[in-house]
């Protein structure tokens, strides 16, 4: 048997992998950063022969919440991830599974290569009403990805769409996929609609070079984006500068962050509640929006989430609140599971990517409702 982790992605620290019943297994912290939770690695040598392996330093990591009722996800061919028995014991993360061929990766969340990613914006370029632009490198020198889609227009909102600013929470970026798939299907009537009333400005990954390195939620820096937006440096977190810096040519009118959260396994929204420019007509906007999507999916809800800020009491760092004040607009921060959702369970998957891609639809919907009150 052999564990290997050295491609896109991988993250794992094989400790022993002589006895099949008593793997033994770390995960790396993310570069330059103390954060970690994300593992992804392969084993191979193992057909037919049960195995457990023990991630040891599970008890360490960023997330704690995040293990309970927590199952791995596998996969022999790279596209269909599924869900392995795993259990945490308060101090190992315990994965048993008994493979049916010779390769098997194991993964936190289903992963989204950045090759997946070049093909993504590849792909996208080719539709007549998409224009690519190259907004500069990262820390790592990859580029940092931006796609317009549809044509400017008296009267036409501006949108934007961010995603994998925490690079571990792939299911932002599969949910992405989802949502340019709708937007750029010529026969999809609330994609025409939508294209006819605003112009959309999309980021699909936020932090190529924590995605390469396998990192939760830190770039090659160190820094967590999501916390860069006041005062973004070319040195330090050079994908908000240049993202920020576009958003302030092109102006806003909408924008959704997309993310994944470790412990809730739920799908919700965080608004920016706690900006000091927060008032009534700006909570029904995020209020109706939510009820929006909820009819749009029954994987939505609004419910449960995290705790909603006091009035002034902000972090202005987020990109959420950072935004909704710089712009005045309707700025929300979507959130997926690791795990799955309570209220719809899938047994085998989980939250998956084809549930993500889903609800990427399911949000244009829900904006296509909630165009006319920009």
Same mark, same amino acid.
């Given at each position: 048997m052999k564990i290997t982790q050295n491609f896109d992605s991988g993250n794992i620290e094989v400790l022993s992998v002589?006895?099949?019943?008593?793997?033994?297994?770390?995960?790396?912290?993310?570069?330059?950063?103390?954060?970690?939770?994300?593992?992804?690695?392969?084993?191979?040598?193992?057909?037919?022969?049960?195995?457990?392996?023990? *991630?040891?330093? +599970?008890?360490?990591?960023?997330?704690? /919440?995040?293990?309970?009722?927590? &199952?791995? !996800?596998?996969?022999? @061919?790279?596209?269909?991830w599924f869900r392995v028995e795993t259990h945490y014991d308060g101090k190992q993360l315990v994965i048993k599974h008994q493979p049916e061929c010779d390769s098997v990766y194991y993964a936190y969340f289903a992963p989204y290569?950045?090759?997946?990613?070049?093909?993504? *914006?590849?792909? +996208?370029?080719?539709?007549?009403?998409? /224009?690519?632009?190259?907004?500069? &490198?990262? !820390?790592?020198?990859? @580029?940092?990805?931006?796609?317009?889609?549809?044509?400017?227009?008296?009267?036409?909102?501006?949108?934007?769409?961010?995603?994998?600013?925490?690079?571990?929470?792939?299911?932002?970026?599969?949910?992405?996929e989802g949502m340019l798939a709708a937007l750029l299907d010529q026969d999809d009537p609330i994609s025409k609609a939508l294209l006819n009333k605003a112009v959309f400005y999309v980021v699909p990954n936020m932090n190529p070079d924590g995605s390469?390195?396998?990192?939760?939620?830190?770039?090659?820096?160190?820094?967590?984006?999501?916390?860069?937006?006041?005062?973004?440096?070319?040195?330090?977190?050079?994908?908000?500068?240049?993202?920020?810096?576009?958003?302030?040519?092109?102006?806003?009118?909408?924008?959704?962050?997309?993310?994944?959260?470790?412990?809730?396994?739920?799908?919700?929204?965080?608004?920016?509640?706690?900006?000091a420019d927060w008032n009534e007509d700006r909570q029904a906007l995020l209020d109706f929006y939510q009820q929006a999507l909820i009819n749009a999916s029954p994987d939505f809800q609004n419910k449960i989430g995290y705790d909603i800020d006091k009035p002034g009491e902000a972090l202005m760092t987020v990109g959420t609140n950072y935004l909704a004040q710089a712009f005045g607009c309707l700025v929300m921060t979507l959130e997926m599971p690791f795990k799955d959702t309570v209220e719809t369970p899938d047994e085998d998957f989980g939250w998956s990517p084809a549930r993500s891609q889903e609800l990427g639809k399911a949000c244009l919907n829900a904006l296509y409702q909630t165009m006319p009150k920009l």
């Open positions: 002589e006895d099949s019943q008593n793997i033994r297994l770390a995960i790396r912290k993310d570069s330059n950063a103390e954060y970690s939770q994300w593992f992804h690695y392969r084993l191979t040598g193992a057909k037919n022969k049960p195995v457990t392996m023990c *991630i040891t330093n +599970a008890h360490q990591c960023s997330y704690l /919440e995040g293990w309970d009722d927590y &199952q791995a !996800v596998a996969s022999y @061919d790279r596209e269909t290569s950045m090759e997946r990613h070049h093909d993504l *914006i590849a792909q +996208a370029q080719m539709h007549d009403n998409v /224009e690519h632009m190259l907004l500069g &490198q990262t !820390v790592d020198g990859q @580029d940092m990805d931006l796609l317009k889609i549809g044509s400017d227009g008296d009267g036409k909102k501006v949108c934007w769409m961010i995603a994998r600013q925490h690079p571990g929470e792939t299911m932002a970026e599969w949910w992405m390469k390195r396998g990192n939760l939620r830190a770039n090659a820096a160190g820094a967590n984006l999501n916390r860069e937006w006041l005062e973004p440096s070319m040195d330090r977190s050079p994908e908000v500068y240049l993202v920020r810096e576009k958003m302030e040519q092109t102006g806003m009118d909408f924008c959704l962050d997309v993310h994944g959260d470790e412990a809730l396994p739920y799908n919700f929204i965080a608004g920016s509640e706690g900006i």
